[in-house]
C-alpha cells in the first residue's frame, strides 16, 4: 500500500470513529512533516534558532492556543 493510501485509509478510520487510527497518522506523516518545516526554515532570517523538529513539534500546540 502506498503511504498516501494508507493516509487516506488511516482517515476513513478516524471519520468512523476508530480510536486508534489517530495514533497511526503521526508516524506517517512525521518525517514529511519535518521536511518541510526545514524547508520552512529556510526561508527565515539568518539566527533563526527554532529547527526543524522543534516547529514540528510546536505546531499542534500552537494550534490549541487558538
Not at 498516501?4 to 508516524?27: F, K
Amino acid at each position: 500500500m502506498t503511504p498516501m493510501n494508507e493516509v487516506t485509509r488511516i482517515l476513513s478510520g478516524i471519520e468512523a470513529g476508530d480510536p486508534h487510527a489517530a495514533a497511526q497518522l503521526l508516524p506517517l506523516v512525521y518525517d514529511e512533516l519535518r521536511k518541510l518545516a526545514a524547508q520552512k526554515l529556510t526561508q527565515e532570517k539568518p539566527g533563526q534558532t527554532l529547527e526543524a523538529t522543534a516547529l514540528v513539534h510546536e505546531t499542534p500546540s500552537g494550534k490549541e492556543k487558538t
